[in-house]
T-cell receptor, first 114, second 112 residues
């Protein structure tokens, strides 16, 4: 158990809908990262938040957004969903903004768009 | 553009048959290289961090090594419970923050 929690574990929805994925980092970790993992693309970095502020962006679509709240939990919002958005979404956390420490991953949310 | 290539894509071994997995990379602002293990449907589990060429780290039957452009994960006398996908991820620096760039992984199957 990495100490990172994600809810829900599974999510099934329809095209065009909007969903919210939630992540609670390990106690004391200030950085939260979101990743998407699909069969053909592997793990893709989406976005990083540090202590409530966006700090780095990767391959995140404009239909997707995220935020980190004062209690440090984070939410990833996916809107206007398409079939191709079906994937595993992982959250990871680390203590600092950068340098020296590994990222610990949560168990993921499996999103299925029908 | 940052690129990470892992080979082979899949590897089948008999229990006790040692082998190596390769991770080659071209990234800017390298700040270390990470190895993770991922079981089906689960989150990646941290194995090793390597920071400089020539560095080696060991954990049970696994040993990770790093050169300037490659990293290897050596598996000695593997057991069926070592079956998993092994992911490598160079960490790159951008604008004061850092991100991991993952390879697509090597799926290892160890048969009893």
């Amino acid at each position: 158990d990495s100490g990172v929690t994600q809810t829900p574990k599974h999510l099934i929805t329809a095209t065009g809908q909007r969903v919210t994925l939630r992540c609670s980092p390990r106690s004391g970790d200030l950085s939260v990262y979101w990743y998407q993992q699909s069969l053909d693309q592997g793990l893709q970095f989406l976005i990083q938040y540090y202590n409530g502020e966006e700090r780095a962006k990767g391959n995140i679509l404009e239909r997707f957004s995220a935020q980190q709240f004062p209690d440090l939990h984070s939410e990833l919002n996916l809107s206007s969903l398409e079939l191709g958005d079906s994937a595993l979404y992982f959250c990871a956390s680390s203590p600092r903004l950068a340098g020296g420490r590994e990222q610990f991953f949560g168990p993921g949310t499996r999103l299925t768009v029908l | 553009e940052d690129q990470v290539t892992q080979s082979p894509e899949a590897l089948r071994l008999q229990e006790g048959e040692s082998s190596s997995l390769n991770c080659s990379y071209t990234v800017s602002g390298l700040r270390g290289l990470f190895w993770y293990r991922q079981d089906p449907g689960k989150g990646p589990e941290f194995l090793f961090t390597l920071y400089s060429a020539g560095e080696e780290k060991e954990k049970e039957r696994l040993k990770a090594t790093l050169t300037k452009k490659e990293s290897f994960l050596h598996i000695t006398a593997p057991k069926p419970e070592d079956s998993a996908t092994y992911l490598c991820a160079p960490r790159t620096s951008q604008g004061g923050s850092e991100k991991l760039v993952f390879g697509k992984g090597t799926k290892l199957t160890v048969n009893p």
